[in-house]
C-alpha cells in the first residue's frame, strides 16, 4: 500500500508540476513583471510583453544585441547551449552576460537588458522594414560573391582632366557598369571614388560564375568606353577586379527614407583586398581559392600565387583568370 500511494504521490507530484508551468520575468530597466512559460526563452518573455528588445540576427545567436545580465536566479536559466557559448565566447562576453535570444526559462528570474540606446529601439520597427522587403529588416546571412573593381592608375589619369570632365566620365563609367552587374544579376551597392562594390547573391548556386562573367563583360565595357574616351581624352582606362565568395549579412542600413542596402562581414574584406593585389601580380582579375574552386571547370586559369592580405593573418592563394570557356551554366 505503501508504495502504491507513494506511486500516487508522486504522480500527483508530476500533473502539479506540468500545470505549474508559468513563471516570473523580471524586467529591467523596464522594471516590469512578465510571465513566461517553461522553456521559453527571455527573449520570448521580452517580446510577448511587447518590450522592444533588440535581436538584430532574428534570435539566433549570430549576434550580441539581445544579451543580458541575470541579476537574480541564474540557475532557474538553462546552461548555455554550445551555439551560445560559442558567441560569448568570441566577443569576450564569458561568464558575464547571457543571450536572452538561448536563455530558457525554468524557474522565476531577474535580468536586466544591455542594449538600451533609443536609436536601437526605433531601428526594431515595421517602419524601418519596408524598403527592402525581401530582406529580413536587420539583415539576413546569405552566401554572396563579392566583387570590387577599380580604375587602374585613376590619380595620375584625373591630373590631365578639368573636375566636371571626370565626374562626366565617372557617370558614364557607372552607368555601363551598372548594366553589365545588372544583366548577371548583381547589384552595385557602394561607390568609392573610382571604385566600386557589387554583390550578387541571388542564386547561390550561380553566383561565384554570374561575378566571373560580370567581370569580363566589364573589360569589355571598359574597351568600348576607351573608343569615346579616345575621341574626347586621347586616353584609355583600364580597371582591376576581385573576387570572393562567402557568407555575408545583407540588410538596409540607413534612417528611413534614406535606406540603402549594405553587405558586412569579413567576405567583403577579403574581396576588396584581393582587388588591390592586383597592383602587386600585376594582373586585371584574381579570385579567391573558394570563388576558384566554384568556377574552375569554366574558366581558362592563369597563374596562381600565394600571398598576405593586408590586415589579415596567414597566407591566401589567389587565381588569376584569362577567359571564361565557351559554355553554358
Known sequence: MTDQHGGLEDQNQARRAQIATKYNVYILPENKKVEANQGDTILDASLNAEIPHTHACGGNAKCTTCRITVLENADHLQSPSVKESRVLKKFGLEGQFRLACQARIHGDVKIKREVLDVLDMKLFTPKSRELFKSIQPLGEERKAAILFADIQDYTPFTDHFAPYDIMHLLNRYFYLAGNVIKKYEGRIIDYYG????????????????????????????????????????????????????????????????????????????????????????????????????????????????????????????????????????
Open 194 to 329: 573610382d571604385g566600386f562594390l557589387a554583390a550578387f547573391y541571388l542564386d547561390e548556386t550561380k553566383v561565384s560564375m554570374q561575378a566571373v562573367k560580370s567581370a569580363f563583360a566589364l573589360f569589355a565595357m571598359v574597351d568600348s568606353l576607351n573608343d569615346y574616351l579616345q575621341n574626347l581624352f586621347h586616353q584609355n582606362i583600364s580597371i582591376r577586379v576581385g573576387i570572393h565568395t562567402g557568407d555575408v549579412i545583407l540588410g538596409a542600413i540607413g534612417i528611413q527614407g534614406m535606406d540603402k542596402l549594405a553587405v558586412i562581414g569579413d567576405t567583403v574584406n577579403v574581396a576588396s583586398r584581393i582587388e588591390q593585389m592586383n597592383k602587386e601580380t600585376k594582373t586585371n582579375l584574381l579570385l579567391s581559392e573558394t570563388t576558384y574552386h566554384e568556377v574552375a571547370a569554366k574558366v581558362t586559369a592563369g597563374r596562381t600565387f600565394q600571398k598576405r592580405l593586408k590586415g589579415k593573418n596567414g597566407l591566401y592563394q589567389l587565381y588569376e583568370v584569362k577567359a571564361v570557356k565557351d559554355t553554358e551554366g
